[in-house]
């Protein structure tokens, strides 16, 4: 049973950072592709950012050059570093997984219970 478990969210001043963590269990880590979403109250689930499992990237317009993703495949953990929080990054942050970068980037396969990043202004 594949499971995904978010960490690192809080409240933080805006221009602040945090690092969300999310560790995965019951799949195969090093060939999966990564994910992280988030979803503002009253809007829909967006894509963040994806790593593939030869860690190409992708990242929204609306973080890019803010947030970073990253992958430790030795400790089955997915990691986003964001930089430059503000306000509108308000929102449940999601780690999701599945086989491939583009099923990553479609919302396929398995997801995390999220974890609230709160930036206060």
């Known amino acids: 049973q594949v499971q995904l478990v978010e960490s690192g969210g809080g409240l933080v001043e805006a221009r602040g950072s945090l690092r969300l963590s999310c560790v995965v269990t019951?799949?195969?880590?090093?060939?999966?592709?990564m994910g992280w979403y988030r979803q503002a109250p009253g809007k829909q689930r967006e894509v963040v950012a994806g790593i593939s499992h030869v860690r190409m990237t992708y990242y929204s317009d609306s973080v890019k050059g803010r947030f970073t993703i990253s992958r430790d495949n030795a400790k089955n953990t997915v990691y986003l570093q964001m930089n430059s929080l503000n306000v509108e990054d308000t929102a449940v942050y999601y780690c999701?997984?599945?086989?491939?970068?583009?099923?990553?980037?479609?919302?396929?396969?398995?997801w995390g219970q999220g974890t609230q990043v709160t930036v206060s202004s």
């Open positions: 999701n997984t599945a086989r491939t970068f583009s099923g990553v980037l479609a919302g396929e396969g398995y």
């Open positions: 019951g799949s195969t880590f090093s060939i999966n592709s």
